[in-house]
């Protein structure tokens, strides 16, 4: 614990020369100063509240709106993230105060390359490259990562989400029809007739790994593994913004410190 300097008594006249009102006022002086100095004597910030398990309908038809920045602390068992209303998809209700939730999984969303948040809601299968009010200029491949479905394990990640286990799925059924290009870091591999625009993309590292895989639709699926974290998660992505699907690890990775 953190030591102060002792009260100095010189030039302090003795108890009998103060009446006792004064002396209490002395006393409550010193007490205020040493209340304001030391930190382990500050206030502590109150623990958010369990979310309501049913939403009223007074809260749910509410037209109030609370800040869209406030978060809410889900806790996914062995780690916990504090994430802004704005990021979490599915949104709360808008007049829902932050709160603490219990979940078995996080699902957000942001925008790639600049990890912003959306201006609209894209659980209900939203366009991943809206036109927003906000006035922002955007590059021709910018778009929305929709994290499905992030989640903690103790044994395996979810297989959904391992691009070994994707790859190795890949290779079992398409054996030697497939293209494998290696680069310094990742894996491109595509079928050997082209035609439909299909690839899986693989970056597999110590510490993370993820995929990115494209059939030829507006959207691709991916998934990545975090080792180090435990986590895993699922996400979907335009065709044209996985092209900075290299973008797609550091980003996430660097929202998930900042909501640690």
Known sequence: MR???????????????FPGVRLEMVRGFVLAIALAASPTLTAAKEPLQDCPQRLGSGLLSSSSFQDPARRFLIDLGSVSFSVPWIYLSPRPPKALPACRRNSDSLSFQFWLPDASAPEVETFLGGDLAP???????????????KVVKLQSFAGDPSPRADARVFASNIHYIFGDELHIEDHQNSRMITPKDPRDGSYLWIKDGEKARIYVFCNGSAVCRGGFVLSDASLSGTFLILEKTASMRESILPVLTDLLKQWS
Do not use: F, H, M, S
């Open 3 to 17: 030591r102060y300097g002792t009260l100095c008594k010189c030039g302090v006249p003795q108890r009998r020369n």
């Open 131 to 145: 036109l927003e009010d906000n006035g922002k200029v955007r590059g021709p491949d910018a778009g929305i990562v």
